[in-house]
């Protein structure tokens, strides 16, 4: 398959959906991640041949042999990404092209066949496009969209897989954090980091993820919702959460978040609050910024809100940061005022309730 001929999938339907009625009782309350859609995209890779046999098919598990690469050479990547429901009933994505570019960045820097951007594009409609009606209509719902791809040639050696499998499903969500979470608590991570320089910290890759796993359950044991990191080489400048940007805001109004250096993923939602903070008359800087600075500014009022921003939780206020060392609470511990007018902005243009001004929708039907 290639750019030209992206659009054609063979659709095989599922011979057995879910009910009507379940689906319906199911979308009431779907929670985050765990209901899944009744179909699947495929497309494989062979080394000679490249991609072929598109398919949208049911969903059902992968057969793989016990040597298959991802399985220990974790070559692996994914994206993030939702439909909406719009006002008028169709539904519609959100800078899918931003998301069929960082997916093919992500797959040259773990040496992976790149995938043509349209295909993935393509691929994304047309599942929604199946499956529209698992789009949920709920206020802060949204179809989740999980395009991924794996290592599939059977080798037991440290090499780039000849063979991949390119997949993409969907998973009917509700929030992100239960209760909506007003203001969460950060576990300033000391014992680890997420990326160094010259790593995998730009790539949206699951060993990325596995690695915040352990700080993350120290955050919990420590009461906190969630882990911040700080950089692996002075362990004092801010990164990013487990799987989220950060944001700062001042009391001149103004913003700050670190600057993408290679260590950071390149958040699609932390570049279209960028372009909506500057719409809005704000002054954004990407700068770096120390945990010490962080929790002076704090203390002294200087700093007035942050917030972590991702696809999946959009725009969470964070209310207080702990840790070995450090300790503060960031205004009155609440949500502030600018994070929750971006996060209007934002959510107002991908339901279709306010103008697009930048192209950022890509209508579906």
């Given at each position: 398959?290639?750019?030209?001929?992206a659009?054609?999938?063979?659709f095989?339907?599922?011979?057995?959906?879910?009910?009507v009625?379940?689906?319906?009782a199911?979308l009431?309350?779907p929670?985050?991640?765990r209901?899944?859609?009744?179909?699947m995209?495929?497309v494989r890779?062979?080394?000679?041949?490249?991609?072929?046999?598109?398919?949208?098919e049911?969903r059902?598990?992968f057969?793989?042999?016990?040597a298959?690469?991802v399985?220990?050479?974790?070559?692996?990547i994914?994206?993030?990404?939702?439909?909406?429901?719009?006002?008028?009933?169709g539904a519609?994505?959100?800078?899918?092209d931003a998301?069929?570019r960082r997916?093919?960045?992500s797959?040259?820097?773990l040496?992976m066949?790149?995938?043509?951007?349209?295909?993935?594009?393509?691929s994304?409609?047309e599942?929604?496009?199946?499956d529209?009606d698992?789009?949920p209509?709920?206020?802060?719902?949204a179809?989740?969209l999980?395009?991924?791809m794996?290592?599939?040639?059977?080798?037991l050696?440290v090499?780039?897989?000849?063979?991949?499998?390119?997949?993409?499903?969907?998973?009917s969500?509700?929030?992100?954090?239960?209760g909506g979470?007003p203001?969460?608590?950060l576990?300033?991570?000391?014992?680890?980091t997420?990326a160094?320089?010259g790593g995998t910290?730009?790539?949206?890759?699951?060993?990325?993820y596995?690695?915040?796993?352990a700080?993350?359950?120290?955050?919990?044991?420590?009461?906190?919702?969630q882990v911040?990191?700080?950089d692996?080489?002075?362990?004092?400048?801010?990164e990013?959460l487990?799987?989220?940007?950060?944001?700062?805001?001042?009391?001149d109004?103004?913003?700050?978040?670190?600057?993408l250096?290679?260590?950071?993923?390149?958040?699609?939602?932390?570049?279209?609050?960028i372009?909506?903070?500057r719409d809005?008359g704000l002054?954004?800087?990407?700068?770096?910024?120390?945990?010490?600075?962080w929790?002076?500014?704090?203390?002294?009022?200087?700093l007035t809100?942050?917030?972590?921003?991702g696809?999946a939780?959009?725009?969470?206020?964070?209310?207080?940061?702990?840790?070995?060392?450090?300790?503060f609470?960031?205004?009155?511990g609440?949500?502030?005022p600018i994070?929750?007018?971006?996060?209007?902005?934002?959510?107002n243009?991908?339901?279709?309730?306010?103008p697009d001004?930048h192209g950022?929708?890509?209508r579906?039907?």
């Amino acid at each position: 398959m290639t750019e030209s001929d992206a659009k054609t999938f063979l659709f095989e339907k599922n011979p057995f959906p879910t009910a009507v009625s379940d689906r319906e009782a199911i979308l009431q309350n779907p929670g985050f991640g765990r209901v899944f859609t009744d179909h699947m995209v495929t497309v494989r890779y062979s080394e000679g041949r490249g991609w072929h046999d598109g398919r949208i098919e049911a969903r059902k598990a992968f057969e793989l042999d016990p040597a298959t690469v991802v399985f220990h050479y974790a070559q692996e990547i994914f994206e993030g990404m939702k439909a909406y429901r719009l006002p008028d009933g169709g539904a519609a994505l959100f800078r899918p092209d931003a998301n069929a570019r960082r997916f093919r960045n992500s797959a040259l820097r773990l040496a992976m066949a790149p995938l043509p951007e349209q295909l993935f594009v393509e691929s994304v409609r047309e599942l929604v496009r199946v499956d529209r009606d698992w789009i949920p209509t709920a206020d802060g719902s949204a179809l989740y969209l999980r395009p991924f791809m794996i290592a599939t040639e059977v080798l037991l050696g440290v090499k780039p897989s000849a063979d991949y499998i390119y997949c993409v499903i969907a998973s009917s969500v509700g929030s992100y954090f239960k209760g909506g979470a007003p203001a969460v608590t950060l576990w300033i991570s000391e014992n680890y980091t997420r990326a160094a320089p010259g790593g995998t910290g730009e790539a949206k890759c699951g060993g990325n993820y596995a690695a915040s796993l352990a700080a993350q359950a120290e955050a919990t044991r420590e009461g906190c919702e969630q882990v911040i990191f700080l950089d692996a080489v002075e362990r004092r400048f801010v990164e990013e959460l487990g799987g989220m940007n950060v944001f700062f805001v001042f009391n001149d109004g103004s913003l700050q978040t670190p600057p993408l250096t290679g260590t950071i993923l390149p958040g699609i939602t932390r570049d279209s609050l960028i372009t909506l903070a500057r719409d809005m008359g704000l002054a954004v800087r990407e700068e770096p910024y120390a945990i010490e600075q962080w929790e002076v500014d704090a203390q002294s009022g200087r700093l007035t809100e942050a917030f972590a921003c991702g696809t999946a939780a959009v725009v969470t206020p964070i209310g207080k940061v702990k840790g070995r060392k450090h300790g503060f609470t960031i205004g009155d511990g609440g949500a502030g005022p600018i994070a929750g007018k971006l996060k209007a902005a934002l959510l107002n243009i991908q339901n279709g309730r306010a103008p697009d001004p930048h192209g950022w929708v890509d209508r579906l039907f």
